[in-house]
């Protein structure tokens, strides 16, 4: 999008002053966001797993006799 506002910017005369001043800043913080909500949003989905204390593996059938005691 930022390539777009540079390029009205730079190719036409048909931009006000300051709107691409004004467009670029906000894409730019509002990117930064986005990727700063993504990244705490995998941090709570990791803890999210974690939290419903399933076990990481599970074990289809047992092998050998079944003598043995479990732990």
Avoid: A
């Amino acid at each position: 999008m930022s390539f777009i506002i540079v390029g009205i910017h730079f190719f036409t005369d048909k931009t006000l002053p300051g709107w691409t001043s004004t467009l670029l800043p906000i894409f730019f913080l509002g990117g930064i966001q986005i990727l700063c909500i993504g990244i705490v949003g995998e941090y709570l989905g990791k803890i999210y797993q974690e939290v419903k204390s399933r076990p990481r593996f599970i074990i289809e059938k047992q092998c050998g006799s079944q003598n043995h005691e479990t732990f």
